[in-house]
């Protein structure tokens, strides 16, 4: 875990490092999927898929949506996201973004239904390597304070694979996905 926390945390601050390369702004229209697991607390540690996307509606105003299936012995786990938000040019590599979300979260044991706030950075360190940071606010039933951190690395301008770490209050979140570009 320790190891894992100085990864997030170095993936984070490069995040907010602006590096002058032959990189295009990040971009705003995909889709992913792959591989999600948490690392809960009590030993819940549900693993399993997860699907989103952005979509961009005009040079700064953007879609998202999210959805995670997960499953832990006989328990099943769902959660969606649905929301928007506003994204910031800060050079020709970098973008700040702020968003508001509708979350829902679905278990054998638990149904809620909340919202998230979030601020973060994306940039292309270099035209295939893109790094982003995160800092949120997750409210269902009560507040949690969210960070995370990622990288993508494209093999072409469409095609990336790329990974995530979130540090919730009462679990962590791994991800691998494979992302689509258009």
């Known amino acids: 875990m320790k190891a894992t926390s100085i990864i ?3 993936a984070l601050s490069a995040a907010f490092i602006s590096v002058p390369a032959m990189a295009d702004t ?3 229209r995909y889709v992913e999927g792959g591989y ?11 693993d399993g898929l997860q699907v989103n996307g952005k979509y ?7 879609v998202n949506g999210e959805f995670g299936w ?12 649905i929301g928007g938000g506003y994204r910031f040019p800060l050079n020709n590599t970098t973008d700040a973004y702020v968003g508001a979300n509708f979350e829902r979260i679905d278990a ?3 149904d809620d239904n909340g919202y998230s706030l979030n601020a973060g950075v994306r940039s292309m360190l270099t035209p295939e390597l893109e790094v982003n940071g995160e800092l949120g606010y997750l409210d269902l039933d009560d ?9 993508y690395y494209y093999f072409n301008p469409q095609f990336a694979v790329g990974a995530s770490y979130e540090f919730l209050d009462d679990a ?9 570009a258009f």
């Open 108 to 110: 054998d044991f638990y």
């Open 70 to 81: 997960a499953e832990t012995g006989n328990i099943d786990f769902t959660t969606l996201t």
């Open 172 to 180: 962590d979140v791994f991800q691998v996905s494979a992302r689509y």
């Open 143 to 151: 507040g949690d304070v969210t960070l995370k951190a990622g990288a």
């Open 8 to 10: 997030a945390l170095t």
């Open 56 to 62: 961009l509606l005009d040079p700064n105003i953007y």
């Open 36 to 46: 999600l697991s948490y690392d809960g607390d009590g030993g819940f540690d549900p």
């Open 26 to 28: 990040p971009d705003w």
